[in-house]
């Protein structure tokens, strides 16, 4: 994964970036959709996705934790991801990381970082590049 200096400009891509920016500072809330209310790290992908006009159903068996990542890969592809084969960060990408055992977390990629829901300091925040934990999975929104 290169993390790079600045990123191009990607359509609608672009549009999902500055979408999740507006939410920085949203509190965190577990299983939160609401910015105003709380967001989690899903609920930051879906209420973001809603923001650009492509609104997302939210996953029926959604946990906060779990011990299987391959259920959660097949999500973004429902909501109009493609995986990105080619390792460079373009705005707009969802990642997904594992920060820990039986965790998994989702972020926006913006310019100089990502934007996610971050549980320990209970807001939306962006975190610049280079990032703390393992990338799992990378999906680019298709146009």
Known sequence: MRWPATLLPGGEGEALAHAAERFIGAPFRPYGRCAERGLDCLGLVLVAMADIGRPVRVPLRYTLRTVDPARYRRLPES?????????????????????????????????????????????????????????IGHWRLLA
């Open 79 to 135: 909501a109009g991801f493609v995986e990105a084969a080619d390792h460079v960060l373009e705005p707009g990408d969802v990642l997904l990381f594992e920060p820990g055992p039986a965790q998994l977390h989702l972020a926006v990629v913006v310019p100089g970082g990502i934007v996610h829901a971050h549980a320990g300091l209970r807001r939306v925040v962006h975190t610049p590049f280079p990032l703390p934990w393992p990338v």
